[in-house]
């Protein structure tokens, strides 16, 4: 089992900058792509941002040039460094973790693809 938690969230005026961050911990043994998603009241979950294990990166169009995701492979931890939000920024911002994970079941490990969010976390941008 994997769990992904997730931290920075606030509020903030406009303008102003906020850092995510989601740690995964578990029996991971290799994290694929790790991202970033928001969802904010009476819309769909859309895609801010993902980063895959050699730093490739991909932003939405209402966030490029404004955000940055990072990840620390060593601490399994993606990061999101938001800049000049703005109040159409405001969602409920989750982690999300494709990867691969170690499964032992009696005397017999096995390795499997699996999928993780986070419980997500409150940003708020204020006018």
């Known amino acids: 089992q994997v769990h992904l938690v997730e931290s920075g969230g606030g509020l903030v005026q406009a303008g102003g900058s906020l850092r995510l961050s989601c740690a995964a911990s578990?029996?991971?043994?290799?994290?694929?792509?790790m991202g970033w998603y928001r969802q904010a009241p009476g819309k769909r979950r859309e895609s801010v941002a993902t980063?895959?294990?050699?730093?490739?990166?991909d932003y939405a169009d209402s966030v490029q040039g404004r955000f940055t995701i990072s990840r620390d492979n060593a601490k399994n931890t993606v990061y999101l460094e938001m800049n000049s939000l703005k109040p159409e920024d405001t969602a409920v911002y989750y982690c999300?973790?494709?990867?691969?994970?170690?499964?032992?079941?009696?005397?017999?490990?096995?390795?499997?693809?699996?999928?993780?969010w986070g419980q997500g976390t409150q940003v708020t941008v204020s006018s």
């Open positions: 999300n973790a494709q990867l691969i994970e170690r499964r032992t079941v009696y005397t017999t490990t096995t390795t499997i693809r699996n999928e993780y």
């Open positions: 980063i895959t294990g050699d730093g490739s990166t």
């Open positions: 578990g029996n991971i043994v290799r994290i694929n792509r």
